[in-house]
């Protein structure tokens, strides 16, 4: 099957909109003209563009189309996609929302399991979490930053391989805040960190970039020792940048540390 064309794209699109009109139509959805006058182009233009001879559409027309189809993120995009062959430019990150649903995904995780905004701010997390990295809900919200853990003087004895660490989590941010767009907040987070880091402020200039990957992690423990945990980064869908960081152990050692932690949560 071909691909979809953005004529056709736009066509679809407007023939599911119901006009504002009450009045019986023979055909579906709204006229160019009425999608014409919502995006404040012109009919004739816009006919153009859906029969394939319009020109290529700027970035500010593509917007004023996606509002006047009444598209969502998912649709915008690819507006964008098949006019510039391209994502749209960012938009501000809106504020992070855990699902139930997700929280659920979280509950039946086995491993722990966390879920992160592009800053690295711990939104969601399960038992087995808790259990490795102590209660976030416990934490102000302030400190549930894993970059701020990541680089505190006082996890140093808990990251046998600090500076592995530090290198992948600092070259995995840029590239997250990169894709979320600038924001106040992630501005404010690399102040505080250039200030009161050296670690942070040595590697920030090297301006190393790289996406979050499968990695082995080595976490130690008192009482458990070293544990090697793999890590794996999904994004969440629909969650405005989002991310669900999975840490399964990579061995047998490992996964019995896992499960006399959660033992010890149990009490």
């Known amino acids: 099957m071909a691909t979809t064309s953005l004529p056709e794209f736009l066509r679809a699109h407007r023939e599911r909109l119901?006009?504002?009109?009450?009045?019986r139509r023979r055909t579906p959805g709204l006229r160019r003209e009425e999608v014409a006058a919502r995006a404040?182009?012109?009919?004739?233009?816009?006919?153009?563009l859906e029969q394939g001879r319009g020109g290529v559409p700027s970035d500010d027309?593509?917007?004023?189309?996606?509002?006047?189809?009444?598209?969502?993120?998912?649709?915008?995009?690819?507006?964008?996609?098949?006019?510039?062959?391209?994502?749209?430019?960012?938009?501000?990150?809106?504020?992070?929302?855990?699902?139930?649903?997700l929280q659920?995904?979280?509950?039946?995780?086995?491993?722990?399991?966390?879920?992160?905004?592009?800053t690295f701010q711990i939104v969601a997390w399960n038992r087995a979490a808790v259990a490795l990295f102590g209660d976030?809900?416990?934490?102000?919200?302030?400190?549930?930053?894993?970059?701020r853990r990541v680089f505190h003087p006082d996890t140093a004895a808990l990251l046998p391989?600090?500076?592995?660490?530090?290198?992948?989590?600092?070259?995995?941010?840029?590239?997250?805040i990169a894709r979320a767009g600038a924001s106040e907040e992630a501005a404010a987070l690399v102040d505080e960190l250039m200030e009161t880091s050296a670690a942070f402020r040595r590697l920030w200039a090297e301006n190393e970039l790289a996406t979050h990957g499968v990695k082995i992690r080595r976490l130690f423990r008192p009482g458990v020792g070293e544990l090697r945990l793999e890590t794996s980064m999904f994004s969440v869908d629909d969650s405005d940048?989002?991310?669900?960081?999975?840490?399964?152990?990579?061995?047998?050692?490992?996964?019995?540390?896992?499960e006399r932690l959660l033992r010890e949560l149990a009490g």
């Open 136 to 147: 976030y809900a416990a934490l102000p919200e302030r400190d549930r930053n894993m970059l």
């Open 104 to 118: 659920r995904v979280l509950d039946h995780l086995h491993a722990p399991a966390l879920v992160k905004t592009p």
């Open 241 to 258: 940048g989002l991310s669900l960081l999975v840490l399964t152990p990579a061995d047998d050692a490992s996964a019995r540390g896992i």
């Open 161 to 176: 391989y600090g500076e592995d660490m530090h290198r992948t989590c600092l070259a995995a941010f840029r590239v997250d």
């Open 61 to 101: 027309v593509l917007e004023r189309l996606a509002r006047a189809l009444e598209l969502d993120d998912t649709n915008r995009e690819m507006l964008f996609l098949l006019a510039h062959a391209r994502p749209p430019p960012l938009r501000p990150t809106r504020p992070a929302t855990v699902t139930p649903t």
């Open 18 to 23: 119901h006009p504002e009109s009450t009045g």
């Open 40 to 48: 404040g182009v012109s009919v004739t233009w816009y006919t153009w």
